[in-house]
């Protein structure tokens, strides 16, 4: 996978091959719609910060799926891991709505 937006019907329900999924939707989002078990929660303004402490030791080529409400909120935070060297990044199109439908939520 490059850097790319994918359906949620792209991804297995178990999310097989997936090295990390990133939730950057806001806590209310959260708490109104449901999480998805496993996937990592950051808030989008300090994703750069993330990856270049915590998370400096995730492979470049990871996959890594991020999700959002919507695809303006998980579109710019592909676009800073894709500007911090990574190189197998994806949003996913219609977000956790999306995922939820397909049943990974």
Same mark, same amino acid.
């Given at each position: 996978?490059?850097?790319? #937006?994918?359906?949620?019907?792209?991804?297995?329900?178990?999310?097989?091959?997936?090295?990390?999924?990133?939730?950057?939707?806001?806590?209310?989002? #959260?708490?109104?719609?449901?999480?998805?078990?496993?996937?990592?929660?950051?808030?989008?303004?300090?994703?750069?910060?993330?990856? +270049?402490?915590?998370?400096? +030791?995730?492979?470049?080529?990871?996959?890594?799926?991020?999700?959002?409400? +919507?695809?303006?909120?998980?579109?710019?935070?592909?676009?800073?891991?894709?500007?911090?060297?990574?190189?197998?990044?994806?949003?996913?199109?219609?977000?956790?709505?999306?995922?939820?439908?397909?049943?990974?939520?």
């Amino acid at each position: 996978m490059a850097n790319t #937006r994918i359906t949620a019907a792209e991804l297995p329900t178990d999310l097989a091959g997936t090295d990390l999924l990133i939730d950057v939707r806001a806590p209310k989002g #959260r708490a109104e719609n449901g999480e998805i078990a496993g996937a990592i929660i950051l808030p989008k303004p300090l994703v750069s910060q993330i990856f +270049s402490g915590a998370f400096a +030791s995730v492979p470049k080529d990871a996959r890594i799926v991020v999700f959002c409400g +919507s695809v303006n909120g998980s579109g710019p935070v592909v676009e800073t891991l894709t500007g911090l060297g990574f190189t197998n990044v994806a949003d996913v199109d219609g977000g956790f709505a999306a995922l939820k439908e397909r049943g990974i939520a």
